[in-house]
């Protein structure tokens, strides 16, 4: 069975860190790409963060050069380095394959920025 346990969330103040973490059961991940999702209430899930096979990553703009996404496939888990955080970046943070699977959706791990 499929389950992604993402972690690593709270409460930082206006241009802090926080380091997501999304386990994956399963060997299958390392051969997939992964994305960190993130979403707030009234809106949809947006994709901030990707990761390929291979190493390749992509960022959408409003997290780029702030956010970096890294996979340890040997521990099948991929992460979320967030710097210079804002209150714009406030969400609950899901990891997912992209296109993400529908059923695979877990938790997700509450972000807050202070002000």
């Known amino acids: 069975q499929v389950q992604l346990v993402e972690s690593g969330g709270g409460l930082v103040q206006t241009g802090g860190s926080l380091r997501l973490s999304c386990a994956a059961s399963?060997?299958?991940?390392?051969?997939?790409?992964m994305g960190w999702y993130r979403q707030t209430p009234g809106k949809q899930r947006e994709l901030v963060a990707s990761?390929?096979?291979?190493?390749?990553?992509g960022y959408a703009d409003s997290v780029k050069g702030r956010f970096t996404i890294s996979r340890d496939s040997a521990k099948n888990t991929v992460y979320l380095q967030m710097n210079s955080l804002k209150p714009e970046d406030i969400a609950v943070y899901y990891c997912?394959?992209?296109?993400?699977?529908?059923?695979?959706w877990g938790q997700g791990t509450q972000v807050t920025v202070s002000s």
């Open positions: 997912n394959i992209l296109p993400p699977n529908p059923t695979w």
């Open positions: 399963g060997s299958i991940f390392s051969s997939l790409t």
């Open positions: 990761i390929s096979r291979g190493g390749n990553t």
